[in-house]
C-alpha cells in the first residue's frame, strides 16, 4: 500500500521524558511536514522539510527537533516532555513545493 | 496573516436533508484550496483541491465550489457514513504550509 505511515499510534509518557516519533512515506513525494493538533482538533504545522533540507520552521519549542535522513523519512524528536506537548502529532508529505498533502494516521501523545 | 474559518462548527442532518458547509479565507494569494475530510482517531483525508475562483470539483455526494472569498462543501441527500469532521486549509504561497480551518462536525442521522 502507497501511505504515509506513522509510530508509534500511541505514547503515553511521563513528564521529562525524551521520545521520538517516527514517519516514512512510499509515495515518492520529496517535501515532508509535522503537524500538531491539539485538544480542539485545531491542525497547525510545525515543520516542513524538501529533500531533507528544512523550509517551514514554526513558532515551535526547541525541545522539537525534526530529523530527516532521507526524503522518505522524517522523525520528530521531543525533549523534556510537558504537559502541554500532549497532542494528536500528524505526518504528511506532498510532492514538490507543498499543496495537496497526504497525512499518516496520527500519533496521540498523552504526558502524564 | 493568513486565515480560514469554518462554520458552521457542529452540523446535525437527517439522512437525505442536503446543506452546505462555509469556508472563508484572508491570505495574502490563493495558491490552493484543499478540503478534508478526518474521522475519529484517523487522518485527514484528501478529498477536493480548488485554485480559481468559479472552479467545482465533484465526488459522490459532495460538491467544492470556489469565490474569491469562501468556498463550499455542499452535501447533496447525505448518508450516515458522511459523518465526520470536514476540514478546510488554504496555501497562500510556494512552499508555504496549510493553514488550516477548525472544521466542521457533520452528524448525518439515519
Known amino acids: 500500500d502507497t501511505a504515509v505511515s506513522q509510530t508509534p499510534k500511541y505514547l503515553v509518557t511521563q513528564m521529562g521524558n525524551d521520545k521520538s516519533i517516527k514517519c516514512e512515506q512510499n509515495?515518492?513525494?520529496?517535501?515532508m511536514y509535522w503537524y500538531k493538533q491539539d485538544s480542539k482538533k485545531f491542525l497547525k504545522i510545525m515543520f516542513s522539510?524538501?529533500?531533507?533540507?528544512?523550509?517551514i520552521n514554526e513558532t515551535v519549542p526547541n525541545r522539537f527537533s525534526p530529523k530527516s535522513p532521507d526524503k522518505a523519512h522524517l522523525n520528530l524528536h521531543i525533549n523534556s516532555l510537558e504537559l502541554g506537548d500532549s497532542a494528536v502529532y500528524f505526518c504528511?508529505?506532498?510532492?514538490?513545493?507543498?499543496?495537496?498533502?497526504?497525512f499518516g494516521s496520527g500519533t496521540q501523545l498523552s504526558v502524564l | 496573516e493568513d486565515q480560514v474559518t469554518q462554520s458552521p462548527e457542529a452540523l446535525r442532518l437527517q439522512e437525505g436533508e442536503s446543506s452546505s458547509l462555509n469556508c472563508s479565507y484572508t491570505?495574502?494569494?490563493?495558491?490552493?484550496l484543499f478540503w478534508y475530510r478526518q474521522d475519529p482517531g484517523k487522518g485527514p483525508e484528501f478529498l477536493f483541491t480548488?485554485?480559481?475562483a468559479g472552479e467545482e470539483k465533484e465526488k459522490e455526494r459532495l460538491k467544492a465550489t470556489l469565490t474569491k472569498k469562501e468556498s463550499f462543501l455542499h452535501i447533496t441527500a447525505p448518508k450516515p457514513e458522511d459523518s465526520a469532521t470536514y476540514l478546510c486549509?488554504?496555501?497562500?504561497?510556494?512552499?508555504?504550509?496549510?493553514?488550516f480551518g477548525k472544521g466542521t462536525r457533520l452528524s448525518v442521522i439515519a
Open positions: 504528511a508529505s506532498s510532492e514538490g513545493s507543498g499543496g495537496l498533502s497526504l
Open positions: 486549509a488554504v496555501q497562500a504561497s510556494r512552499w508555504g504550509p496549510l493553514v
Open positions: 491570505v495574502s494569494g490563493l495558491r490552493g
Open positions: 480548488l485554485y480559481s
Open positions: 509515495l515518492g513525494h520529496d517535501t
Open positions: 522539510y524538501n529533500n531533507k533540507e528544512l523550509i
